[in-house]
Structure formats: structure tokens, C-alpha cells
């Protein structure tokens, strides 16, 4: 009785077996196959690593290479070379992205472009290696990562000019601020002085004089009266863009430290204030064009 029922088991995993083996497809069955890989792995593997130094040693590999050591000495240094070049376009995609990062809001709306040369007249202007065909067009901002640089003046086929915020008759409206370290946080506080017109001035400064002395906490005399939190000061504050005519992502942007504040000579009580970018903008090598419009969220 008990050969018979040891004989149908043999008979029904055997048929199972048929069944599995022809008629169930491969991708069903694979997934009831045990996996027990790891069981076989310490005689698998010192036995895999015999062979394999024996093989080495009885039949070793043989190169098809038949080229000469000079040859292969000139490829290497020519690999060397070209890995060379790509690790410098790189760094250079590298810095090109940190100097954009610096834009902030505008960072997405800029393209990098190469200074070619400044202007060979009076002008204070830039030439840059940007064309129309790349997306320039007239009177788009430049911006560079001290601030705002200008206006496109003028753009071709061929290249572009940059009209720079200190030529003379480039006006723009801003409003002063001063740095302050609030808990430890860096930040730069209006003044309570209302928004007002600078003009470049040809020298590589703007100038703001169409606003009274003593709105900014000076006399006639061009004394400093008022409160030191309600006084202009020299050389630590600063104009910033704050004009309805630009781009609202521009708003904020740095123009420049207040260098100077005098009385007009032609008007006693109005003060004569001036203006220094950051950086020399005619020495600048790389600026940001605009060529992108920001839109209503923006």
C-alpha cells in the first residue's frame, strides 16, 4: 500500500514537472524557482578563483592591439589633452552658473554674454559678444552680480552695445537703503526718503539732485542735522532700483554707494548726490542680458 502511494507521489511530480516544464511560460514559472545562489557561494567562489589563476597561468589573454608603444604614448597624451579641455569647459559652465546663482529673482531670465570692448567715443557703453540672432533686442536690462549695468542700446546680427547706467542721460528712479546685521542676518533697510531720479554723469557715477537737503538730514550748508538713523551717509548707504517702468524681478537691485553729498551750486537747497556702482562697469568681462520677460507673477 505504501509502494503505491510512494508511486503516484513520483508520478504526480513528475507530471507537475512535465507541465511546468512545457506548458507553463518561463516568465510564470521563474517566479516559484527558489533562490539559493548564497548556499552554493563557499565552494563556488574559492573554486571560481582557481580556475580562473589557473586559466591565467596555462592559456593567458592575449591582446589583439597591434599598435606600437609610441603610438599608444601619443593616443594617451592626446586623451590626456581632450580630458583636459573638457575639465576646463566645466569649471568654466561651473562659474558661468555661480555668477548667474548671484542674480537671484533674474537668475532664470538672463543670458551670460562676453565683453568685446567699451566705446572708442565719449559714450559709456559696452560692446558684447551677443547678437540678436541669441534673443537680444533693444532696451533690454543688463545686470552684472554687483547690480545693474544698463540698457541694450542697440543690437544686430553681428553683436550688441550696452548703454552703461553712468552715461550721461541714463535715468533711473531709486530709493536709498542702509546695511544693517538684523540677528545676525544681513539685510538692507529702506530710508525714509521718497523715491527719486538719478542720471548718469559721464565720470562713472550717477547723480540724484532733485531732492532737498533736508529730506536727507542736511542744511544749506550741506551739514548733517538730522537723527543718525534719518541722515544720508557717505560711503554706507546705498541706491537701489526702484522704478514701476523696470521689470518687477530688477526691483531692488543694487546701483550703487552714495560717494558724495554736497549742496547744489545752482541751488542752495537742493543736495547734490552722487552714486558709485560697485565695479568699474567699463572693465567689466561678463554681463547678464535680460532676454527673457518676466511675467505678471513675476
Known amino acids: 500500500m505504501s509502494y503505491l502511494r510512494a508511486k503516484h507521489v513520483f508520478y504526480l511530480l513528475m507530471g507537475s514537472s512535465a507541465v511546468v516544464a512545457f506548458l507553463v511560460p518561463e516568465r510564470y514559472a521563474a ?3 527558489p533562490q539559493v545562489q548564497w ?3 563557499p565552494v563556488a567562489k574559492p573554486v571560481s578563483a582557481i580556475a580562473s589563476a589557473v586559466s591565467n597561468r596555462v592559456s593567458p589573454p592575449v591582446s589583439d592591439d597591434r599598435r606600437s608603444g609610441a603610438d599608444v604614448k601619443v593616443e594617451n597624451q592626446q586623451l590626456r589633452s581632450q580630458v583636459a579641455l573638457l575639465r576646463t569647459q566645466l569649471d568654466e559652465m561651473v562659474r558661468r552658473e555661480a555668477e548667474l546663482s548671484k542674480l537671484g529673482p533674474a537668475k532664470d531670465l538672463c543670458r551670460l554674454f562676453e565683453v568685446v570692448g567699451g566705446d572708442s567715443g565719449s ?3 559696452l560692446a558684447i559678444a551677443g547678437s540678436s540672432l541669441q534673443g537680444i533686442k533693444d532696451e533690454q536690462y543688463v545686470l552684472y552680480p554687483g547690480g545693474l ?3 541694450v542700446l542697440r543690437a544686430g546680427p553681428a553683436g550688441a552695445q550696452v548703454r552703461l547706467v553712468t552715461d550721461p542721460g541714463f535715468r533711473v528712479r531709486v530709493r536709498f537703503v542702509r546695511f544693517s546685521n538684523n540677528h545676525g542676518k544681513p539685510t538692507f533697510e529702506p530710508l525714509g526718503t521718497p523715491a527719486v531720479l538719478a542720471e548718469g554723469m559721464g565720470d562713472g557715477t550717477m547723480a540724484v ?4 537737503l533736508s529730506a536727507i538730514g542736511y542744511n544749506a550748508d550741506g551739514k548733517a542735522t538730522g537723527a543718525a538713523g534719518e541722515t544720508l551717509r557717505e560711503g554706507s548707504d546705498y541706491a537701489v532700483l526702484f522704478d514701476g517702468d523696470c521689470p518687477r524681478p530688477l526691483q531692488g537691485e ?4 552714495v560717494v558724495t553729498i554736497a549742496a547744489r551750486t545752482d541751488a542752495r537747497l537742493f543736495a547734490d548726490i552722487r552714486i558709485r556702482p560697485s565695479e568699474s562697469l567699463t572693465k567689466l568681462r561678463e554681463v547678464m542680458v535680460m532676454t527673457r520677460e518676466a511675467s505678471a507673477e513675476e
Open 31 to 33: 517566479r516559484f524557482q
Open 39 to 41: 548556499a552554493f557561494a
Open 123 to 125: 559714450r559709456e557703453s
Open 149 to 151: 549695468v544698463g540698457q
Open 209 to 212: 539732485r532733485g531732492m532737498s
Open 254 to 257: 543694487m546701483i550703487g554707494r
